[in-house]
């Protein structure tokens, strides 16, 4: 699959690739920066962080695992908890072994709650992405749905199949850009 810019995108459930209509994803590459939007049909909100590059994976959280050039030895993770704190870190595979390292998030993002869940929308500088190719830039999106005293279900617009987001091979490829 390629991954094409302002098409909305309903994630699927990790292991079995079940699309699920709880969260629709969409992004946007412009001259200077990256969006990305989510919108998330979950009343059960689960995330208890309030300071950033907390490891909020632990809660409800929306992610964006982006290679801007198109490696799948390094790329960066952004997320997100419904409640607008943020987590940056780049991750890398020295010797096979995944190291994440975590860093001030270049970012910023908006959550909002709505009727029956939350949004997010981020705002990512292109200039924060070393080494940016926008004809070779890889992505894929995540949501993390923490339910009270059971365990974390995980959804994927290009499932991993496992219970790790963390398989770079999954990154989708992004269109063409259609402005040109």
């Known amino acids: 699959m390629i991954l094409e810019e302002n098409k909305t995108y309903l994630l699927r459930e990790n292991h079995t690739g079940a699309e699920n209509a709880e969260c629709r994803f969409r992004c946007r590459f412009g001259e200077e920066e990256a ?5 998330v049909s979950d009343e059960n909100i689960v ?3 309030t300071q950033d590059n907390e490891d909020i994976w632990k809660g409800d959280a929306v992610e964006v695992f982006l290679s801007p050039d198109g490696s799948l030895a390094r790329y960066y993770e952004l997320e ?34 709505t009727q029956g869940g939350y949004t997010v ?14 004809s070779a830039v890889r992505l894929n999106a995540f949501r993390v749905d923490k339910r009270p005293w059971k365990r ?29």
């Open 152 to 180: 974390l279900r995980l959804y994927a617009l290009n499932p991993t199949r496992c219970k790790t987001f963390h398989k770079p091979e999954c990154l989708l490829p992004k269109g063409a850009d259609e402005r040109r």
């Open 47 to 49: 995330s208890p962080f």
């Open 80 to 113: 997100v908890s419904p409640f607008g704190v943020r987590f940056w870190g780049e991750v890398t595979f020295p010797r096979g072994k995944k190291k994440l390292q975590k860093l001030p998030p270049p970012f910023t993002a908006q959550a909002d709650r």
């Open 35 to 39: 969006e990305f939007f989510f919108d």
């Open 121 to 134: 929308h981020v705002r990512l500088p292109l200039a924060a992405l070393e080494g940016f190719d926008r």
